[in-house]
């Protein structure tokens, strides 16, 4: 399980982290970035089934009228 996966702003290759925390490209040098929002934590693992529960949900109610 890779923990601090990140991913390049520039060049979209996925990076690692460093402990400095700078958080540099090893491919070119740009600002790496956390693919996932932080909204995505591991604890809110069911949140897109909720999320797919809802839409269902409102879909229902407004296809209704
Ligand atoms: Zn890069």
Do not use: W
Request: aromatic share 14%; glycine share 6%; hydrophobic share 20%.
């Amino acid at each position: 399980m890779v923990k601090y996966l990140l991913k390049c702003k520039e060049c979209k290759q996925y990076g690692l982290n460093n402990p400095e925390n700078t958080a540099k490209c090893s491919h070119c040098g740009g600002q790496l970035l956390n693919p996932r929002p932080s909204k995505y934590s591991p604890i809110d693992k069911y949140g897109k089934y909720r999320r797919e529960y809802f839409k269902e949900d409102f879909k229902k109610r407004f296809e209704k009228d």
